[in-house]
């Protein structure tokens, strides 16, 4: 069993950066793909960004990419999200999820290890 838990959301002013973290107690290493996701209010969970084996990375559009960027330390069980040029639309509560497997992309009911989430909300 892997359990995930994400830290690191705050509220910020618009083009400011967080970075958030997610801890595993299980490991990240290996046949494992994470990611992360995030809520908001009146919406739909959408797929941010996802990582196969430190390789292979997938962001969800241009409205993340070149903004976001995901990694993780190994050593210390750990997956980041680095969120610089923050926007009002990135408010959501974020969360990040496990699986264990190569098929790494951004659907949501793929993943089986979620964490409990972390608010980032941004104002303008």
């Known amino acids: 069993q892997v359990r995930l838990v994400e830290s690191g959301g705050d509220s910020v002013q618009s083009v400011g950066s967080l970075r958030l973290s997610c801890v595993s107690s299980?490991?990240?290493?290996?046949?494992?793909?994470v990611g992360w996701f995030r809520h908001a209010p009146g919406k739909e969970r959408e797929g941010v960004a996802s990582?196969?084996?430190?390789?292979?990375?997938?962001y969800a559009d241009d409205s993340v990419r070149g903004r976001f960027t995901i990694s993780k330390d190994n050593a210390k069980n750990t997956l980041y999200l680095q969120m610089n040029r923050l926007k009002p639309e990135d408010t959501a509560m974020y969360y990040c999820?496990?699986?264990?497997?190569?098929?790494?992309?951004?659907?949501?009911?793929?993943?089986?290890?979620w964490g409990q989430g972390t608010q980032v909300t941004v104002s303008s």
């Open positions: 299980g490991y990240f290493y290996g046949d494992f793909c």
């Open positions: 999820a496990a699986r264990s497997g190569s098929r790494c992309g951004l659907l949501s009911t793929d993943f089986d290890y």
């Open positions: 990582m196969y084996k430190s390789v292979l990375t997938t």
